[in-house]
């Protein structure tokens, strides 16, 4: 007992609290609890200051500048936990849907987009004209057409518009809706922004199209084989954009790894 005595007193308690605090915030995944972690321990670690020296008020001062800094972010983190919400109704499948992202940024998200409510006969998108918008179909069905010929149909949790998205080039394809349908629009523009400032939002986001694009290249592929054996003239998919978005959500990929 005298010889722990000699490493631990009283006054150096609330030093290996802190580090301890400090060493498990670097184990967080989630930025909200990683900086009450680090202000909790930056706390104690000032405490312990005090009580061991008077002669470290240089560590004191960056302690508490280092406070001040995570105490601005948790401000802002707090203010957008308080303010943002899930809708009620929606908020199950877009946590199931967009796992790896919180309820705050699935809310910026969502900031970014609108529900809309359509009937059948309505074009989602026009073959070859441009695409402003990312589309989740939220329900109901969906008819893929190509030079007039419906060559796949999508249900609700595809996405829309993504090859548009990751490309820049017009729609590959029209998509016109079957059925009474919702989906959440996705403004490109609004999106790219979210994710250059948000590298969770934009991995998860690629990850989501990237497994959807990989589907539909599947289907492409088998619907050209199709058109080969039946003879028939009908032009298949853009398979070379939906390879060149499939490339394009690989690198996006990459680069978040690397990050």
């Not at 150096?12 to 009450?36: C, E, M, N």
């Not at 986001?205 to 003879?231: C, E, P, S, W, Y």
């Amino acid at each position: 007992m005298d010889s722990l005595s000699q490493y631990v007193s009283i006054p150096d308690i609330p030093g290996h609290v802190a580090y301890v605090v400090i060493a498990v915030s670097y184990y967080l995944t989630s930025i909200f609890w990683l900086r009450v972690f680090a202000v909790i321990g930056l706390a104690l670690e000032v405490v312990y200051f005090v009580l061991v020296s008077s002669d470290l008020y240089t560590g004191i001062a960056w302690s508490v500048i280092f406070i001040a800094i995570n105490a601005y972010q948790l401000f802002w983190l707090l203010r957008d936990r308080l303010r943002l919400r899930l809708p009620q109704e929606e908020k199950s499948v877009l946590r199931r849907v967009l796992t790896g992202l919180d309820d705050v940024q699935i809310s910026r998200l969502l900031d970014a987009s609108q529900w809309r409510e359509l009937s059948a006969g309505a074009h989602l998108m026009r073959e070859s004209q441009e695409v402003n918008e990312l589309y989740f179909l939220f329900s109901g069905r969906f008819g893929v057409d190509v030079g007039g010929k419906t060559v796949a149909h999508l249900e609700s949790g595809s996405f829309a518009g993504e090859v548009a998205f990751l490309t820049g080039h017009p729609a590959t394809a029209s998509v016109i809706v079957e059925q009474p349908s919702r989906v959440l629009a996705i403004s490109r523009a609004r999106l790219i922004k979210l994710c250059k400032s948000d590298n969770q939002v934009a991995g998860v986001i690629h990850q989501l199209l990237g497994r959807d694009l990989a589907n539909k290249l599947r289907l492409a592929n088998g619907f050209h084989t199709m058109m080969d054996v039946a003879g028939h003239p009908r032009r298949p998919p853009d398979l070379i954009h939906l390879t060149q978005a499939a490339t394009s959500v690989q690198d996006n990929s990459n680069r978040q790894k690397n990050f």
